[in-house]
Nanobody, 114 residues
């Protein structure tokens, strides 16, 4: 089982990016999916998650700017990031807890310049 996180890049402050978390190993609709990030010299922190029935949770630092949602047809969970700030710079990871195992995608780098 592999998760694929993509969509990172370099963007100016105030810009937007959309991250994708996809897998071909199982149907994401059947599981909660979370996005995490890790900035240099900092611990990994939770950014957002979406439950099986669509309930979403956001870190205070991204509320009102980030949106997590599912595209069932694409078997993908997206993280739409708007009004990006330099402090959003980090490697972003998606995570799916499945049958007692935490599956992590390879991170995607997001860099926001001031």
């Amino acid at each position: 089982v592999q998760l694929q996180a993509s969509g990172g890049g370099l963007v100016q402050a105030g810009g937007s990016l959309r991250l994708s978390c996809a897998t071909s190993g199982f149907t994401l609709d059947g599981y909660a999916v979370g996005w995490y990030r890790q900035a240099p010299r900092k611990e990994r922190e939770g950014v957002s998650c979406i439950s099986i029935n669509g309930i979403t949770v956001y870190a205070d630092s991204v509320k009102g700017r980030f949106t997590i949602y599912r595209d069932s047809a694409e078997n993908t969970v997206y993280l739409q990031m708007n009004s990006l700030k330099p402090e959003d710079t980090a490697v972003y990871y998606c995570n799916v807890p499945r049958f007692g195992v935490n599956y992590w995608g390879k991170g995607t780098q997001v860099t926001v310049s001031s």
